[in-house]
């Protein structure tokens, strides 16, 4: 039965997405809209974080190689295009072309133009070719996902993409899209997630009373927002009604203007609930909304910015969303409470209770949030959560993280500066992000971070790069407020990043203070150069930088092959150096001796007179060797 109302857009904070997401940037990565300019290739910023991960992530899958070659070949052949005027550039990211040309060896770029054109079109034929029956199989699945009636849960796609595979002898494509999805799972923490959660809910209870179906795909589904993004990328998904929760208004400086835009496109912002700090100007923007019809219920929670609420009115917006719609009503249930505390929990530290750790662990560590929401959902009846996850085979990976990322996160060590600020109280570590080797686990951000709060609980702050291209800014210790992350990030950066207070990212290179020729992409040979520049911006913030200390620790197991490679080689010098002697004369300590005259006349050979008592080579005194 098709859905005769407008479907529910329920925001969750982040970057995120579904298997018939991932299925889509397959598709349009076949048509990567790249240009050529000032001597790079350059790519729409949000279409450049997939292409980074899928040139990046270890080529274990051949469908994942292929989408490689394509991509590689797309970008050679952009220079023969004509040349294009970036007139936003921080709207582009930046691809080097000596940097493919280095990381991809294997599919033979030449250096020169026109056979570099014709190697390039032989990588696009293969790639395609390759692709061409996967290509085949997603383009069923979403033809299927359009005429059925069934709910678009992960559960039911993936059922879906094993039935089209095996028919078509594609083998199994499930690692690629689960690959492609996990791509996009960065940001946003088990609050936003519980508010999605709550909402679906609420409106699962009203559809079941009213005798009508509450489907995902079809009535609702869950939409992503990172901070500093626009809202009005939704502007094609309506008619739509929009629910927002968990969204800091000062991360998002455009977003009365972005609620009137979407309701000119019938994308209509239904409630929008918060917890986070507001401005006064801010708040009373939002209630105009609210009098103009574009804007139906406003609920901030958290206290007017520069002032702190008591303990006991601390409220998660997830707690706000339960306490407006679900408290007291039909809808209210065992899981909605125990979903409720753990998210408060999590939230405020305080608390935490043994569901609210594991569905953080697993946010943290990558698992599909859309897939989560759908199980939270579904086990609200019979307050089945921990079952459902444990039956996923969610509830064993923390445990299996752990171990997968503890020599990962050595390495966290191994690039690592203290900041000491002028005021002689704040620090901030910052640190080169660890590269995971070729097939092991990477190490997600969020537990990057908890490392760097409980190794060094000295610092306020943390910096955590990945050399130029990005740097994640968090507060480590929640009671600082000496820096306002938000706002110190795109100085660091450019005027498009930024975040909130306590946690923000930026792009150092798209500083135009940033001297590239100095520092370039930045590794572990120029992190100290790097740590030097981000002190001067700092400085030029306003907040001086008084020591720099390099704090970096070589790994234990970095130390302990160093050290077999170092016995494997000196064992094999002594080796070789013995059979010299042994059997070449002119190896020998005597002919070696004799030989040396030639090239030191200053040194006397060994004479009687020079000889010890022992009978060995005695050295001339110091004035006769200079």
């Not at 935490?352 to 560590?365: A, C, M, P, S, V």
């Not at 000889?611 to 004035?623: I, K, P, Q, T, W």
């Amino acid at each position: 039965m098709a859905s005769t109302t407008r479907i529910k857009l329920l925001v969750i904070h982040g970057w995120g997405g579904s298997y018939l997401e991932a299925a889509g940037r397959v598709t349009d990565l076949l048509d990567v809209e790249s240009y050529w300019h000032d001597g790079a290739f350059w790519v729409p910023r949000r279409r450049a974080g997939l292409l980074r991960h899928v040139l990046n992530e270890p080529a274990d899958d051949r469908y994942i190689t292929a989408l490689r070659k394509l991509t590689v070949s797309r970008f050679m052949l952009s220079p023969h295009a004509p040349r294009a005027v970036i007139e936003a550039p921080d709207d582009y990211s930046r691809f080097s072309e000596d940097r493919l040309r280095r990381d991809f060896p294997g599919f033979g770029i030449p250096v020169g133009p026109e056979s570099r054109w014709l190697r390039s079109q032989q990588l696009k034929a293969d790639a395609e070719r390759e692709l061409a029956p996967v290509i085949a199989v997603l383009n069923r699945l979403q033809a299927h996902t359009k005429k059925t009636d069934e709910a678009l849960t992960e559960s039911y796609i993936r059922t879906c993409l094993e039935q089209f595979s095996e028919e078509a002898g594609v083998g199994n494509l499930q690692p690629l899209l689960e690959n492609l999805r996990e791509m996009h799972e960065t940001g946003g923490d088990l609050d936003t997630v519980a508010s999605a959660v709550m909402y679906a809910h609420h409106f699962s209870g009203e559809a079941r009373r009213a005798g009508q179906p509450f489907r995902y795909g079809h009535e609702y589904r869950f939409v992503f927002l990172n901070y500093h993004e626009s809202m009005r990328g939704m502007r094609d998904l309506g008619p739509a009604d929009l629910y927002v929760a968990d969204l800091p208004i000062g991360a998002f400086p455009e977003m009365e203007n972005d609620i009137e835009y979407l309701h000119e496109y019938d994308i209509h912002t239904i409630r929008f609930e918060d917890h986070h700090p507001w401005l006064p100007e801010r708040r009373d923007r939002m209630q105009q909304l609210i009098e103009a019809g574009k804007l139906q219920f406003l609920d901030l929670g958290g206290p007017e910015q520069g002032t702190e609420q008591a303990e006991e009115e601390l409220r998660s917006a997830a707690e706000m969303i339960y306490e407006n719609l679900i408290e007291g009503t039909a809808d209210d249930c065992e899981a909605a409470r125990r979903l409720r505390v753990a998210t408060h929990g999590e939230d405020f530290v305080r608390n935490r209770t043994d569901l609210g750790i594991l569905l953080t662990d697993l946010i943290k560590g990558g698992i599909c949030k859309v897939e989560l929401g759908q199980i939270l959902l579904d086990a609200m009846d019979a307050d089945d959560a921990m079952e459902r996850l444990q039956a996923r085979g969610w509830a064993q990976l923390p445990d299996v993280w752990k171990e997968d990322i503890a020599a990962t996160a050595e390495t966290l060590r191994e690039n690592t500066y203290l900041l000491s600020l002028a005021d002689g109280k704040t620090q901030i570590v910052s640190a080169l992000a660890a590269h995971a080797d070729p097939g092991k686990p990477k190490l997600p951000t969020g537990k990057a971070i908890e490392f760097f709060a409980e190794n060094f609980p000295e610092a306020q702050y943390v910096f955590y790069c990945w050399g130029s291209s990005l740097m994640v800014a968090r507060r480590l210790d929640h009671a600082d407020t000496t820096l306002n992350l938000g706002s110190l990030m795109p100085a660091i950066g450019g005027p498009s990043d930024g975040g909130h207070a306590g946690a923000a990212v930026c792009r150092p290179e798209s500083n135009p203070n940033y001297p590239k020729r100095l520092l370039g992409r930045v590794s572990s040979a120029g992190f100290g150069t790097f740590n030097r520049y981000l002190a001067s911006r700092l400085g030029a913030e306003g907040y001086p930088v008084t020591s720099i200390k390099n704090i970096s620790v070589a790994s234990p197991s970095m130390w302990n092959r160093g050290n077999k490679r170092l016995l494997i080689i000196l064992a094999a010098a002594l080796m070789l150096g013995g059979a010299l002697v042994a059997l070449v004369p002119g190896y020998r300590p005597d002919a070696v001796t004799i030989s040396n005259a030639d090239f030191f006349p200053h040194m006397d050979t060994e004479t009687d007179a020079d000889a010890d008592e022992d009978g060995g080579l005695r050295v001339n005194d110091l004035e006769r060797m200079l």
